[in-house]
Every structure is written in structure tokens, then in C-alpha cells.
């Protein structure tokens, strides 16, 4: 059954760990994550992003492909299926159809009207007992990757953010989406510790987990991070794999078009790398 991220989160926190947030793309994805959190005895947050949803078939196709999963393949460790960055109104379909999390990244709007807005959302996920995550301070992304350096939150709004309710906080902290330019700063750790001493317990969330060198997402929890997302590189050691079983003209043996086995290295690709963060992250026998 899923459960809201606020628990797991809360734990995390406390316990000084994280848990990883993997985005999910397809059923292939979606099992490759469930078997390793169940395998490794760690709790674990599904990513969605509204494209992904889309091209999944719909918000009603994922959260059925998810709880017939849950089911069917016997998860017992904390799971939670947790729209990433969602408009208003896509976080509110989330919702209605069952999501148990939704971040709604209102970066875009004038602070005033961020706030009204998360306010709604936040009423709406309370009486369906979901979470929510709210962004302060937009993620760098690799259109402006060239800047080398990420949005950086104003520590002041997220306090004001944070006291409206929500259930954990991604800021910016020179942190970018995708693959991280040659000329990237780092994390901004001041600010991080600002960010921290204004928000108190809230969990924070560090998005544009790939890339970010290892002893710097030590830090990062060290500092208050409790959710940290992962979706490219789990992207990129898929496809690999999958271009490796093509260049050594593997569907060319024994029914080696069949798309099962096409997809088995890249699946088995997935659970490694999502193995490694949750050793990284110290979620391992934490469900």
C-alpha cells in the first residue's frame, strides 16, 4: 500500500540519512526499483513527472501499474509514488487519482500567489492524507547549464514556505537538473545551513542528484537533506547497457528480439546504480 513520503522523511531526518527519490519512466523502471528497496530492506519514493505520466498512458495507468505491483511482487517497505515538479492543476489530478505525494513547483510565480497556491494544494493532499513538497528558488537545468552554477533560494522565503505546512522543502543550493557543466560551483553550503536554521525539522530535498560528487551529498545530509532525486543516471546506465546488447548483435541469436531480453541488461543496470545510492544515501535497513 502506498504512504505518504512525510513519515519516511521525518525518519530520515532524524536518523541523519536519506531516502532516494528514483523517477520512473515505465514498468520496466517501476519493478527494477521496487525489487531493490524490498531487496535491500530500504524505504523509497517513485518519481513522476508529468511527461513521464503522459507517456505512461495517464496518472490512472501509473498509480494502477504501481499498486498491482506493490501487490503482486509482495513490497513490504515504505513506498511512496510522489509527482515531481507538477503544475497546479496536474498536482491536483495527481491527487484526486491517488498519488500518496505531489511536489507542486510553484518557482514560477510571483511569491504571493506560490503561496496561495501551495496553500490549496497543501488542504487538498491533508484530506487525502498525502504529502507535499514545495520549491523555493527554481533547480538550474541544463539550458542554463552554462551558467555553472544553479538557483540559489533565498532563506527568508523559505521559511515563509515552510511555515504554510508543507511536508519538506527542495531549495536551491547551486544544485542543477541533468549532467553537471565543467565549470560547476558546487553546492552552496552557506546557504544550505541558512536554508536549515530558518526551516528547523523540515526535511529538505535535493534535486539533480546526478553528478553531484559523493562526499558533497554526505555533506548535504550531514546538513538536513533527507530526499534526494535521482533520475539521470539511472537513465544513462540504461541506455548503455541496452546499446551494449545491440553492438554485440545479441538480438540477432535466439529470439533475441524479444523485448525482455532486450531490456534485461538495462534493468539489471537500474537496480546496481539505484543499490549504490541507497548505500550512498544510508537507507539501506531503514524501512
Not at 523559505?158 to 542543477?176: K, P
Request: with cysteine; aromatic share 6%; glycine share 12%.
Amino acid at each position: 500500500m502506498l504512504v505518504s513520503a512525510k513519515e519516511m522523511l521525518v525518519k530520515a531526518k532524524e536518523g541523519h540519512y536519506a531516502v532516494g527519490h528514483f523517477n520512473i519512466n515505465n514498468l520496466e523502471w517501476t519493478k527494477a526499483i521496487l525489487e531493490t528497496a524490498q531487496e535491500n530492506n530500504s524505504p523509497v519514493i517513485l518519481g513522476v513527472s508529468a511527461g513521464a505520466a503522459k507517456y505512461m498512458g495517464g496518472v490512472k495507468t501509473v498509480v494502477g501499474m504501481v499498486n498491482g505491483l506493490l501487490e503482486e511482487l509482495n513490497i513490504t517497505v515504505p513506498v511512496a509514488l510522489h509527482l515531481d515538479h507538477g503544475s497546479y492543476e496536474f498536482a491536483i489530478e495527481c491527487l484526486e487519482k491517488g498519488f500518496s505525494s505531489v511536489m507542486f513547483d510553484g518557482s514560477k510565480y510571483p511569491i504571493e500567489e506560490n503561496i496561495e497556491k501551495t496553500k490549496d494544494i497543501i488542504r487538498r493532499a491533508k484530506e487525502k492524507g498525502a504529502s507535499v513538497e514545495a520549491e523555493v528558488g527554481a533547480i538550474g537545468g541544463e539550458e542554463d547549464g552554462v551558467l555553472g552554477g544553479g538557483e540559489v533560494a533565498d532563506p527568508a522565503e523559505c521559511q515563509m514556505i515552510a511555515d504554510l505546512g508543507v511536508d519538506m522543502l527542495a531549495a536551491g543550493i547551486g544544485n542543477i537538473h541533468g549532467v553537471y557543466p565543467s565549470n560547476w560551483k558546487g553546492l552552496n553550503f552557506d546557504v544550505l545551513a541558512a536554508i536549515q536554521e530558518k526551516t528547523g525539522v523540515m526535511p529538505l530535498v535535493l534535486h539533480g542528484g546526478t553528478g553531484i560528487p559523493d562526499n558533497m551529498v554526505k555533506k548535504a545530509i550531514s546538513l538536513g537533506v533527507s530526499k534526494i532525486n535521482v533520475n539521470t543516471e539511472c537513465q544513462i546506465v540504461f541506455t548503455e547497457e541496452t546499446r551494449k546488447y545491440f553492438e554485440a548483435n545479441k538480438d540477432k541469436e535466439s529470439k533475441g528480439y524479444d523485448p525482455r531480453k532486450v531490456l534485461k541488461p538495462g534493468v539489471a543496470a537500474i537496480k546496481a546504480k539505484v543499490k549504490e545510492k541507497m548505500e550512498l544515501f544510508g537507507s539501506i535497513n531503514k524501512a
